[in-house]
T-cell receptor, first 115, second 114 residues
Framework: EAGVAQSPRYKIIEKRQSVAFWCNPI?????LYWYQQILGQGPKLLIQFQNNGVVDDSQLPKDRFSAERLKGVDSTLKIQPAKLEDSAVYLC?????????????FGPGTRLTVT | AQSVTQPDIHITVSEGASLELRCNYSYGATPYLFWYVQSPGQGLQLLLKYFSGDTLVQGIKGFEAEFKRSQSSFNLRKPSVHWSDAAEYFCAVGPASGNTPLVFGKGTRLSVIA
């Protein structure tokens, strides 16, 4: 079974530029999460999807971050414009369903550096 | 408020020595607890989880953890550490189901010396 795929693995941009990250969850997993992991900290949830609907985006900085999962499969997270404090690893995770076992499966992450 | 505390930011152990990583949690309902490991440049891999039943749970790579409700703890242990265990370890707490997100600790970085 293929795992959660993310791309790119690394990205360096200048502040005020835009960037997009892509995630393809495990096949059949209905729930998808985007986390931000700042160096030295644990992952922090940004947004959670159930199929193509948003379940929780309370911690997403909506003035600059957006995310979509249009067909209920893969997802894109965008930052526009980026700030220095957005430098972090962005992790995508998936889970079979919101009512099932709580195990989340994580992708390798995208390391973003904003200069 | 839900929270996870990992008191040790960095631990160094000798290869072959035993290991214990501490985790304390605060959670309003019955907690479901997890330990994840993150190797450099990698995502998080689930080591083990506790939902109910036997409070000593076994995981992958020879790890185990013990749930102690009275102490609100879920410490991770390994009897003999291998150099390949060097990584970042995260404790997390969440619900049995539903959409309440997992809450992660800040992690403990494990270094292994010869």
């Amino acid at each position: 079974e293929a795992g959660v795929a993310q791309s790119p693995r690394y990205k360096i941009i200048e502040k005020r530029q835009s960037v997009a990250f892509w995630c393809n969850p495990i096949s059949g997993h209905a729930t998808l999460y985007w986390y931000q992991q700042i160096l030295g900290q644990g992952p922090k949830l940004l947004i959670q999807f159930q199929n193509n609907g948003v379940v929780d985006d309370s911690q997403l900085p909506k003035d600059r971050f957006s995310a979509e999962r249009l067909k209920g499969v893969d997802s894109t997270l965008k930052i526009q414009p980026a700030k220095l404090e957005d430098s972090a690893v962005y992790l995508c995770a998936s889970r079979p369903s919101i009512n099932g076992a709580y195990e989340q499966y994580f992708g390798p992450g995208t390391r973003l550096t904003v200069t | 408020a839900q929270s996870v505390t990992q008191p040790d930011i960095h631990i160094t152990v000798s290869e072959g020595a035993s290991l214990e990583l501490r985790c304390n949690y605060s959670y309003g309902a019955t907690p479901y607890l997890f330990w994840y490991v993150q190797s450099p440049g990698q995502g998080l891999q689930l080591l083990l989880k506790y939902f109910s039943g036997d409070t000593l749970v076994q995981g992958i790579k020879g790890f185990e953890a013990e749930f102690k409700r009275s102490q609100s703890s879920f410490n991770l242990r390994k009897p003999s550490v291998h150099w390949s265990d060097a990584a970042e370890y995260f404790c997390a707490v969440g619900p049995a189901s539903g959409n309440t997100p997992l809450v992660f600790g800040k992690g403990t970085r494990l270094s292994v010396i010869a």
